[in-house]
């Protein structure tokens, strides 16, 4: 009853001709997949270009970030409304790589998450932790506290529309991916942190995606767990073969 959800996160890759170049490629791969949602993330720079090649189809386009304020003095940042001016239906929030590099925290991605929902963008928002807190037991305190710091404030309705990510940042790059059970262990403990905070119906219907080294040859097993409702990829999204694998799993 949960619709896969198959995203590509392209990070800091790609000029705007190689994009037109992938969806000219990638397109004809999955006309027929309607039995997923279809979503890929492009630097800032290249989302008319991806808006503009996808027009036509059932693949949405995602930034990267948005900032929480709708426009001011804020040099180098992107607002919400000019995502969605532009074409833009969805926005990843939190991802590991802008916790690590950027030093954004559970607040600063709650208010990301809240200025993405108020202007009709769909917030898929990252969570995972680290090698170190995985081996000193500490997952479900991580995921904990990033949920009650990012997610927990929202309102029900707010909450409605989130998208989680599950991405432990030892898998992220590292081609080491967790396996099916340890991903749906995490995401059975994310399930429950949305039921305590949400309540039975938005937990049964809240898409956890799965993402860290997902690809081509491993996305099947881990897609096979009910707890898995979709992936969130990099690296292997950056080829139009691949990433169509990955779709038509
Ligand atoms: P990866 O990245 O698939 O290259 O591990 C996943 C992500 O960061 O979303």
Not at 17 to 46: C, M, R, W, Y
Not at 148 to 156: F, K, T, V
């Amino acid at each position: 009853m949960r619709k896969p959800l198959m995203a590509g996160n392209w990070k800091m890759f790609k000029t705007a001709g190689e994009t037109s170049a992938f969806f000219q490629k990638f397109l004809p791969l999955v006309a027929a997949s309607s039995h997923a949602d279809i979503v890929l993330a492009a630097p800032f720079v290249n989302l008319p270009a991806a808006v503009a090649a996808t027009a036509s189809s059932r693949v949405e386009v995602a930034a990267q970030n948005l900032f929480w304020m709708k426009e001011g003095a804020y040099t180098g940042e992107v607002s919400g409304p000019m995502l969605t001016a532009a074409g833009v239906r969805w926005v990843i929030i939190g991802h590991s790589e802008r916790r690590q590099f950027f030093h954004e925290s559970d607040e600063m991605v709650l208010k990301r998450t809240e200025a993405a929902i108020e202007c009709g963008l769909k917030p898929i928002v990252c969570v995972g932790e680290k090698l170190e807190e995985r081996e000193r037991g500490e997952t479900g305190q991580v995921l904990s506290a990033q949920f009650a710091g990012g997610l927990a404030p929202l309102s029900d309705a707010q909450f409605a529309g989130v998208v989680i990510a599950y991405e432990p940042v030892w898998a992220i790059g590292t081609g080491r991916t967790a396996t099916p059970e340890i991903a749906a262990d995490a995401h059975r403990t994310l399930r429950g942190l949305v039921r305590a905070g949400f309540g039975e119906s938005a937990a049964a219907s809240c898409r956890i995606l799965y993402g860290g080294s997902v690809k081509p040859d491993n996305v099947q097993a881990l897609m096979a767990q009910p707890e898995i409702d979709g992936a969130l990829v990099g690296g292997a999204s950056l080829d139009a073969v691949s990433f169509s694998t990955i779709v038509n799993f």
